[in-house]
């Protein structure tokens, strides 16, 4: 799908692209990066807000934040360094 699409292009050919997972949809829904729900459109959002540069960092950082403290279920907002600019904060 698009998500590999991206990622292959990002690999193989050094086109850079934001390929959006489970953890970006749902991060860049709560942060409020983006208010779309279909992940081709929040990738273009994502690479709007960020400079291209910065892409594959914005990619890994929200993969692992999604990961280890914005979890899907359980949310650990205390003491989350986002929490003053969450749209989502305390919403668990
Ligand atoms: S405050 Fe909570 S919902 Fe917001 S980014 Fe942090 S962990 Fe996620």
């Known amino acids: 799908g698009w998500k590999t699409a991206t990622v292959v292009l990002g690999a193989a050919f050094g086109v850079p692209g934001i390929a959006v997972d489970t953890h970006l949809t749902r ?12 992940p081709e459109k929040i990738g273009a959002d994502l690479e709007r807000l960020f400079p ?8 890994h950082a929200l993969i692992l934040f999604g990961r280890y403290r914005c979890t899907a279920r ?15 904060q305390g919403a668990w």
Not at 27 to 38: C, D, I, P, Q, V
Not at 52 to 59: A, G, L, N, T
């Open 74 to 88: 359980k949310p650990r907002c205390e003491g989350c360094p986002l929490y003053s600019e969450c749209l989502s």
């Open 52 to 59: 291209k540069e910065k892409w594959v960092f914005v990619h």
């Open 27 to 38: 991060l860049a829904r709560r942060l409020g990066f983006s208010t779309e729900k279909n």
